[in-house]
């Protein structure tokens, strides 16, 4: 089998294996409260699966200053997992690649607009 074809194989694999999401401990909600935000936000995210990770077109409305949960369908199937929030980018053209992380302050706490 040519590299390509196992690089194929191994991501359709991969896709149907859970994904790899952030602990409680990691998380830590405690010190870093969620944002919420309607509607959703359209990412673009890297997900981490056993043995790789894909860039998932996604979206979200759960953030904190150091995690995004994600949310996309993979292959008819909706999937929610968190993140580091370096590993999340905004998909819209009029906010560029910008980290969702911006639009929250450190502590977590929103800004009053």
């Not at 990770?53 to 995690?67: D, N």
């Not at 995004?68 to 690649?97: F, K, L, N, P, Y």
């Amino acid at each position: 089998m040519d590299p390509q074809a196992a690089a194929r194989l191994a991501a359709r694999y991969a896709r149907r294996a859970e994904p790899i999401g952030l602990t409680p401990e990691e998380l830590d909600f405690d010190h870093f409260p969620v944002t919420t935000s309607m509607p959703a936000i359209p990412v673009w995210a890297w997900i981490r699966f056993p043995g790789c990770a894909e860039l998932v077109k996604g979206e979200t409305s759960t953030w904190s200053a150091k995690a995004v949960q994600v949310m996309w369908e993979d292959a008819g199937i909706r999937r929610s997992t968190w993140v580091w929030a370096s590993a999340v980018s905004r998909r819209s053209t009029d906010a560029g690649r910008s980290p969702l992380v911006d639009r929250t302050p450190p502590g977590g706490r929103p800004r009053k607009e």
